[in-house]
Nanobody
């Protein structure tokens, strides 16, 4: 079984920065894909950023140039560096990984950006 633990959320003023972390533990043979989603109240969950095993990254247009996804493979950890945060970035952020035997989600961490 794989467990994901997220951290780094919080309250920040517009223009500020936060760094989210998601650490995976358990029996992990290979992580093929890592991503961050977010879900704001009353909205559908959306994929914000993703990182493939080969190092290819992808971002939703609204965060391009502001967010950066990265990983520490030795620690099975994925990060989301968020800069120049805007009130519309307020949401619960979830990490997800796809491994050999399936996919797993983190518990979510709240990010609130005040104007």
């Amino acid at each position: 079984q794989v467990r994901l633990v997220e951290s780094g959320g919080g309250l920040v003023q517009a223009g500020g920065s936060l760094r989210l972390s998601c650490s995976a533990s358990g029996t992990i043979f290979r992580i093929n894909w890592m991503g961050w989603y977010r879900q704001a109240p009353g909205k559908q969950r959306e994929l914000v950023a993703s990182l493939t095993r080969g190092g290819y990254t992808n971002y939703v247009d609204s965060v391009k140039g502001r967010f950066t996804i990265s990983r520490d493979s030795a620690k099975n950890t994925v990060y989301l560096e968020m800069n120049n945060l805007k009130p519309e970035d307020t949401a619960v952020y979830y990490c997800k990984i796809i491994v050999t035997d399936g996919d797993y989600w983190g518990q979510g961490t709240q990010v609130t950006v005040s104007s």
